[in-house]
């Protein structure tokens, strides 16, 4: 005898079978953040955005609606728009700082000229958002460190090389702090210039602009003087 389907079953018997309700699928269980990963996650929200906007621009809402927290949750950890912009800047400054000096490890001038250049280019290339949060360098934050600043300390480095190898072939090693500032100062805007045009690639920006500051440097004159001055 052939078997009879619920469905036939059912409508013999006067009535159509209610189709069985499929299982709902629950819904996944939301991981809840430590304060500290919380912290992190907003920190990583507020890179991203100043990077973007500016300081000016962002706003609290813009941070928690990204982090997909609440206002009070971002004011908790920094008190703030200020408090989290500090720590942003706070820490690129010192990843900056301390990608370009622990790159200082040759002994020669040419090839310290070298490995600052590309710190710095690597730097922007890998993290570029970091390095758009440092130069846009929000007026309301001129107290604290800046891009300017990082140039500034590594200047100061420079400096004390360039005063020994200016002491070594007889030229006022006073003048050290004047060519380290100059020579900091290139490659900085060369950098925020590399920024938006990313080509040539950063090898080839490196090399020029050591080419330039260190061919000028290997003929400098004891004493320079303007030419317009000279014709006076």
């Not at 020669?108 to 490995?115: A, D, I, K, S, T």
Request: hydrophobic share 45%; net charge positive.
């Amino acid at each position: 005898m052939p078997e009879v389907s619920d469905d036939a079953a059912a409508a013999v018997g006067g009535r159509r079978a209610t189709p069985t309700a499929a299982p709902k699928a629950k819904a996944p269980s939301r991981v809840r953040m430590s304060a500290a990963q919380r912290r992190e996650q907003l920190i990583a929200t507020g890179r991203q955005l100043f990077a973007e906007r500016g300081f000016d621009a962002t706003s609290i809402e813009e941070v928690a609606a990204r982090a997909k927290v609440s206002k009070p949750v971002v004011y908790e950890h920094f008190g703030g728009k200020e408090g989290l912009y500090a720590v942003v800047v706070d820490r690129e400054v010192r990843a900056l700082l301390d990608r370009i000096t622990t790159a200082l490890t040759a002994g020669h001038p040419r090839e310290l000229l070298e490995q600052a250049a590309l710190a710095l280019l690597t730097y922007i290339e890998e993290e570029t958002s970091g390095f758009r949060v440092l130069v846009r360098e929000s007026p309301l934050m001129s107290g604290t460190a800046t891009f300017s600043s990082v140039m500034n300390d590594v200047a100061h480095q420079v400096e004390h090389i360039l005063g020994a190898e200016y002491k070594s072939r007889g030229y006022d090693p006073k003048l050290a702090e004047l060519y380290s500032q100059a020579l900091v100062g290139m490659v900085a805007l060369t950098g925020r210039w590399w920024l938006e045009v990313r080509k040539p690639r950063k090898e080839t920006v490196a090399a020029h602009l050591v080419n330039l500051a260190w061919n000028g440097l290997s003929h400098l004159e004891a004493k320079p003087t303007l030419i317009t001055a000279r014709r006076s």
